[in-house]
């Protein structure tokens, strides 16, 4: 009896002590993620490739660290229960490839499911969540990506909760990702719970569109994660899913835009394209150290519409570190659209109190890369369909 009261109360203490991980994703997380382009298509050799890409190509330098494989990964459980990673296409074992990928510098992410099976029919987390956990930390994971795919009646604030506990119990740091989609609100409960959480449908290749199961394009996914700033911050990021920069379909322009507009709201980039082989323009945009800056200030505010000029251009705003402030000018329209922005008109919201705009303020193109004058003058551009005027404000 007392040895049952001893271990009951240590089960108790572990779990009323429970909490993620603090001092992970102060900034949002850069890296990449399979599902995108390759969708089930993983094996080591690729993805040992990939690591490989992020450092030959510079992208390890200007901030990526995660290299994340995606669901199908696993195939079974064996007799104990414990996960098994599929053994042809990852022959070596997941802790060889953490291994391998850690000897580059790199973090190394896993997804899995707090259903029964993952949304590809491959086994879940469900009821084997401290066990799961139990083996990441041992593979040495360092982020896992936990979808909501056959849950039946699982409540979602209560399953991830379960598998913040188990991560914390494992006592390894890994960064979690919470991934139902948006569908209870995570942004109201998730901040002790996950360090980034999706707050959309999945994102399609493309501009606008929409398919009939949910999926949309990135635009409409940035409109519905625009609202919700107040809730993001250091340690814990609204998600609107991964980029899909470089994957064949959006112009470079669009591609250009997408790029700017994650970094503006301060989202995770994780990238989806075959980063093996950019082209120049797709890496230029991807490894733009001073869009980037604009992700990763340590103030952490997402930036927000301003206003919206006849409805096609629109003026965004992120407050920056050291009194500093981003605006970017987005044309969402199908023309080219000009711009004669006098800034007089707005030092009442840009004033010295705020963000410490003055007539003097230095304006710095974050693409040409180049200072482009000051406030004194109004600041006028032509901007093409589907691009972006990003500029930073400061001394």
Same mark, same amino acid.
């Given at each position: 009896? +007392?040895?049952?009261?001893?271990?009951?109360?240590?089960?108790?203490?572990?779990?009323?002590?429970?909490?993620? #991980?603090?001092?992970?994703?102060?900034?949002?997380? =850069?890296?990449? $993620?399979?599902?995108?382009?390759?969708?089930?298509?993983?094996?080591?050799?690729?993805?040992?490739?990939?690591?490989?890409? =992020?450092?030959?190509?510079?992208?390890?330098?200007?901030?990526?660290?995660?290299?994340?494989?995606?669901?199908?990964?696993?195939?079974?459980?064996?007799?104990?229960?414990?996960?098994?990673?599929?053994?042809?296409?990852?022959?070596?074992? =997941?802790?060889?490839?953490?291994?391998?990928?850690?000897?580059?510098?790199?973090?190394?992410?896993?997804?899995?499911?707090?259903?029964?099976?993952?949304?590809?029919?491959?086994?879940?987390?469900?009821?084997?969540?401290?066990?799961?956990?139990?083996?990441?930390?041992?593979?040495?994971?360092?982020?896992?990506?936990?979808?909501?795919?056959?849950?039946?009646?699982?409540?979602?604030?209560?399953?991830?909760?379960?598998? +913040?506990?188990? %991560?914390?119990?494992?006592?390894?740091?890994?960064?979690?990702?919470?991934?139902?989609?948006?569908?209870?609100?995570?942004?109201?409960?998730? &901040?002790?719970?996950?360090?980034?959480?999706?707050?959309?449908?999945?994102?399609?290749?493309?501009?606008?569109?929409?398919?009939?199961?949910?999926?949309?394009?990135?635009?409409?996914?940035?409109?519905?994660?625009?609202?919700?700033?107040?809730?993001?911050?250091?340690?814990?990021?609204?998600?609107?899913?991964? %980029?899909?920069?470089?994957?064949?379909?959006?112009?470079?322009?669009? *591609?250009?835009?997408?790029?700017?507009?994650?970094?503006?709201?301060?989202?995770?980039?994780?990238?989806?394209?075959? @980063?093996? *082989?950019?082209?120049?323009?797709?890496?230029?945009?991807?490894?733009?150290?001073?869009?980037?800056?604009? !992700?990763?200030?340590?103030?952490?505010?997402?930036?927000?519409?301003?206003?919206? %000029?006849?409805? !096609?251009?629109?003026?965004?705003?992120?407050?920056?570190?050291?009194?500093?402030?981003?605006?970017? #000018?987005? !044309? +969402?329209?199908?023309?080219? &659209?000009? @711009?004669?922005?006098?800034?007089? +008109? /707005?030092?009442?919201?840009?004033?010295?109190?705020? /963000?410490?705009?003055?007539?003097?303020?230095? @304006?710095?193109? %974050?693409?040409?890369?180049?200072?482009?004058?000051?406030?004194? $003058?109004?600041? &006028?551009?032509?901007?093409?369909?589907?691009?972006?005027l990003t500029i930073r404000l400061g001394k």
């Amino acid at each position: 009896m +007392r040895s049952i009261t001893f271990f009951g109360l240590l089960f108790f203490s572990i779990v009323l002590n429970a909490q993620k #991980f603090d001092g992970l994703a102060k900034t949002p997380p =850069m890296g990449w $993620n399979s599902w995108n382009k390759f969708a089930c298509n993983v094996d080591e050799k690729m993805i040992r490739e990939m690591a490989d890409a =992020m450092v030959s190509s510079g992208m390890k330098e200007v901030g990526y660290e995660y290299i994340v494989i995606d669901d199908c990964w696993q195939v079974s459980r064996d007799e104990n229960g414990n996960i098994v990673p599929d053994p042809i296409r990852f022959s070596s074992g =997941m802790k060889a490839l953490a291994d391998y990928i850690h000897s580059k510098g790199l973090k190394f992410g896993l997804y899995s499911c707090a259903g029964s099976k993952t949304c590809e029919g491959r086994p879940g987390g469900r009821g084997h969540e401290y066990q799961d956990a139990k083996m990441y930390a041992s593979w040495g994971i360092d982020y896992l990506k936990y979808d909501f795919c056959n849950t039946d009646a699982q409540k979602a604030e209560g399953a991830y909760k379960t598998m +913040r506990d188990a %991560l914390y119990a494992a006592k390894r740091p890994i960064v979690f990702s919470i991934c139902e989609w948006g569908s209870t609100e995570p942004w109201t409960w998730a &901040k002790n719970v996950g360090h980034l959480w999706r707050t959309t449908s999945d994102i399609m290749n493309c501009w606008d569109c929409k398919v009939n199961w949910g999926g949309i394009g990135w635009t409409l996914i940035m409109d519905k994660n625009e609202p919700l700033g107040k809730y993001a911050g250091p340690g814990g990021w609204n998600d609107p899913d991964m %980029l899909q920069v470089g994957n064949g379909v959006l112009t470079d322009v669009e *591609s250009r835009s997408h790029f700017t507009m994650w970094s503006m709201m301060a989202a995770p980039l994780i990238l989806g394209n075959d @980063i093996r *082989s950019m082209t120049p323009a797709i890496k230029e945009i991807l490894t733009n150290k001073e869009i980037i800056a604009l !992700n990763q200030d340590t103030l952490g505010k997402q930036g927000y519409r301003w206003w919206t %000029l006849d409805g !096609n251009i629109e003026l965004w705003l992120k407050p920056l570190a050291n009194n500093e402030i981003a605006l970017c #000018f987005f !044309n +969402r329209s199908e023309v080219v &659209k000009t @711009i004669d922005f006098d800034w007089n +008109r /707005y030092f009442s919201h840009l004033n010295g109190k705020t /963000y410490g705009v003055t007539d003097k303020t230095n @304006i710095r193109d %974050l693409w040409l890369k180049k200072n482009i004058g000051s406030t004194k $003058n109004n600041l &006028k551009a032509t901007i093409q369909p589907h691009d972006v005027l990003t500029i930073r404000l400061g001394k």
